[in-house]
């Protein structure tokens, strides 16, 4: 199974700025993902990131409110920008098993609240 | 759109009760049914999983059915213990044509010693 490590694990933000979230994994991976959790919610997936193209953001999030890096097949970031209270969720990312099937592994996830 | 639908939010048993977790999902097409568990300040991890070509799937104290024809699958904890207390997810994705995985909303199963 795959180590997934996040950084930071929580933050507290003012509203108007932006937080970077790290997302760091003990193996290569094509596919790396980030989901949003809300609070009491499930996990609603906000990208794909590949490494070497462009992210693949879902119905309802763009880029220009969530960046994603991908700079090799071990790291990525999430940049959430000019945060609002809305914005206060917990951010996940994950790596799929590569074993044939969709199972996924998850971080630690980062604890983000935003006042 | 696909969407899958767990029930119910919030399960409160005794411990050593069993506890039962249900499960519907739309895309007709998904084949594969993981269960998660998150327990307070962590990530989702997967405890079990089944696939659309079985019915039925144990590990210990825990087992999932699936019921392609109502699509239906269930999550059944046997003897739970307070170290069950977390949120399941159930989740519902298809093995081909491309990597998307649609989650239940969650429910929170509270054991009381």
């Known amino acids: 199974s795959a180590v997934i490590s996040q950084k930071p694990s929580r933050d507290i933000c003012q509203r108007g700025t932006s937080l970077t979230i790290q997302c760091q994994v003990d193996?290569?991976?094509?596919?790396m993902f980030w989901y949003r959790q809300q609070p009491g919610q499930s996990l609603t997936l906000i990208a794909t990131?590949?490494?070497?193209?462009?992210?693949?953001?879902e119905s309802g999030f763009v880029i220009d409110k969530f960046p994603i890096s991908r700079p090799n097949l071990t790291f990525s970031t999430l940049t959430v920008s000019n945060m609002s209270p809305e914005d206060s969720s917990i951010y996940l990312c994950?790596?799929?098993?590569?074993?044939?099937?969709?199972?996924?592994?998850f971080g630690p996830g980062t604890r983000l609240l935003v006042l | 759109g696909e969407n899958v639908e767990q029930h119910p939010s919030t399960l409160s048993v005794q411990e050593g009760d069993s506890a039962v977790i249900k499960c519907t999902y739309s895309?007709?097409?998904?084949?594969?049914f993981p269960w998660y568990k998150q327990e307070l300040g962590k990530g989702p991890q997967l405890i079990i999983d089944?696939?659309?070509?079985?019915g039925e799937k144990k590990d210990q104290r825990i087992a999932v059915t699936l019921n392609k024809t109502a699509k239906h699958f269930s999550l059944h904890i046997t003897e739970t213990q307070p170290e069950d207390s977390a949120v399941y997810f159930c989740?519902?994705?298809?093995?081909?044509?491309?990597?998307?995985?649609?989650f239940g909303a969650g429910t929170r199963l509270f054991v009381k010693a």
């Open positions: 989740a519902a994705s298809r093995e081909t044509g491309g990597f998307k995985t649609i």
């Open positions: 895309d007709s097409a998904s084949n594969y």
């Open positions: 994950s790596v799929p098993s590569g074993q044939g099937v969709q199972t996924q592994y």
């Open positions: 990131a590949n490494q070497g193209s462009e992210a693949t953001y």
């Open positions: 193996s290569q991976v094509t596919m």
């Open positions: 089944i696939r659309s070509n079985v």
